[in-house]
């Protein structure tokens, strides 16, 4: 099939390789002639495990190429794709500029039946927008169809997931549209659910919300494990063997970032509010996730006797591990605290220093893990990448100049801390910090 992509962003690019590895045609575009440029000498303009690979296969085959003209590569497919930003507006609703701009430019362009898909997190409705922007930029009164597809991809495994789906969503109120896109997918052989392009629309934003709903439920129920004795990830734990449940999200901690669950549950908030509907709860999901720093913050003030003068190291900056995105990242909020209050403040990550770097530069900025506790009061690992679980423990706890470890992921052994002699402070696991225990 030959297909042109709208965005070569993270989403667009990994579709576009995946669906040039199918045997499809792809074609993909591009606002930014550097990345248009980059793809089309075989390197993927993000970091995505095994994507470059398959970019340069493709490319040597000449299945996928990239450009600028969207109008161009429109007239030559007979599927688009919209993958473009929606970021949030100042309301905190997603801006749709992007994928209004992308189906003005198919409308121009439309010189035959075509099918538009949307694969942009847009808000119930943009499907119905989307057509009827097309129809009035259409020079022809060609016929087309408008398809939901929303995507599930994480950062990270981006590849995998698009290869591997649990499932994939196709919306559309024309099943001929609907069966044509089922036809491009069917190589994969996961479980494909059909429906309306409504439906296909909330799907995804329910998605995201109930993930960020599971980890601020966690994070609440932390609270009340630190006020009571518990240990949260006990209580997860065994909340998890119930399949009902599931294990998965339920990681009590620093909170959720990135690009997506912030932004669509705002969203999805706004949404309940524009149909009449009551959006506390989803509200409620944001409000305890802002609290997570602020608490955390809280407890080295209270351990330290305050921040002012005090040198706080923090392990890990990007929003998971894995990636350089910081977006909405709990580091930077942490940061943004201790500065306030005075302290030092010392980081280290593997890939993400250098975007950090260009919003706080007061931060020392360090080498590796044992450089960040040279001669600090405290230790707080924000983000859980694999190379600080199996840390020397013993050496950064005689360099420090008080050995205090706040763990914002529930990484470590609070046992195994403590023996080292370490003060140890994990989210929830009031087993191990009596002190925040509430007798009533
Ligand atoms: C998320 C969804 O998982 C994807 O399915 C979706 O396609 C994507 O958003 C999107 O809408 O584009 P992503 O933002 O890449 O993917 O990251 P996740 O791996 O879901 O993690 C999100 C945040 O939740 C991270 O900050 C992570 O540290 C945090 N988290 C996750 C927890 O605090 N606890 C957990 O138990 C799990």
């Keep these: 099939m030959k297909i042109a992509i709208a965005g070569a962003g993270y989403v667009g690019l990994v579709t576009g390789v995946v669906f040039a590895d199918l045997g499809n045609e792809v074609i993909c575009v591009d606002i930014d002639p550097a990345k248009v440029d980059a793809i089309n000498k075989g390197q993927s303009t993000i970091y995505e495990p095994g994507l470059d690979e398959l970019l340069q296969r493709n490319l040597e085959e000449g299945r996928i190429t990239a450009m600028t003209d969207l109008q161009r590569a429109t007239r030559e497919a007979e599927v688009v794709f919209i993958c473009v930003g929606t970021p949030p ?14 189906a003005a430019a198919i409308g121009q362009a439309l010189n035959g039946y075509k099918i538009i898909v949307n694969k942009s997190t847009v808000p119930v409705g943009t499907g119905d927008r989307i057509r009827r922007i097309i129809e009035q930029h259409r020079r022809e009164p060609h016929d087309f169809d408008v398809v939901s597809n929303p995507e599930f991809l994480r950062e990270g495994s981006a590849v995998h997931d698009t290869l591997y789906p649990d499932r994939i969503v196709i919306g559309a109120d024309n099943p001929r549209a609907a069966m044509k896109i089922v036809e491009l997918y ?13 439906t296909a629309e909330i799907i995804k934003y329910a998605s995201n919300t109930f993930l960020a709903l599971k980890i601020s439920f966690i994070n609440a129920i932390a609270d009340l494990c630190e006020r009571t004795g518990a240990d949260v990830t006990q209580v997860a734990k065994a909340m998890g063997y119930d399949s009902r449940i599931g294990h998965a999200f339920l990681q009590a901690g620093l909170g959720f970032g990135g690009s997506c669950f912030p932004k669509d549950v705002q969203a999805f908030a706004h949404t309940m509010q524009r149909y009449g509907l009551d959006p506390t709860l989803f509200q409620q999901v944001l409000a305890i996730n802002d609290a997570r720093p602020v608490q955390f913050v809280e407890r080295m003030r209270a351990r330290l006797g305050g921040l002012q003068g005090r040198t706080v190291g923090l392990l890990g900056l990007s929003f998971k591990p894995n990636t350089d995105d910081i977006r909405e990242a709990r580091s930077l909020e942490v940061i943004r605290l201790l500065l306030q209050e005075g302290a030092t403040v010392k980081a280290y990550d593997p890939v993400a220093m250098p975007r950090v770097q260009a919003i706080y530069p007061a931060v020392l900025y360090c080498r590796n893990a044992y450089e960040v506790a040279e001669n600090a009061d405290a230790l707080a690992l924000i983000t859980e990448w694999n190379e600080f679980r199996q840390l020397n423990f013993e050496r950064i706890r005689d360099s420090m100049r008080q050995p205090n470890l706040f763990d914002g992921r529930n990484l470590y052994d609070p046992q195994r801390m403590r023996k080292l002699g370490f003060y140890y402070y994990g989210i929830g696991r009031a087993a191990e910090n009596s002190e925040f225990k509430t007798v009533l």
Excluded: F, Y
Excluded at 89 to 94: D, F, N
Excluded at 186 to 198: C, F, G, K, Q, Y
């Design 89 to 102: 507006s100042e309301t905190g609703e997603p801006d749709l500029k992007h994928v209004e701009a992308a």
């Design 186 to 198: 069917a190589a994969l052989e996961r479980p494909m659910l059909i429906t309306n392009l409504a």
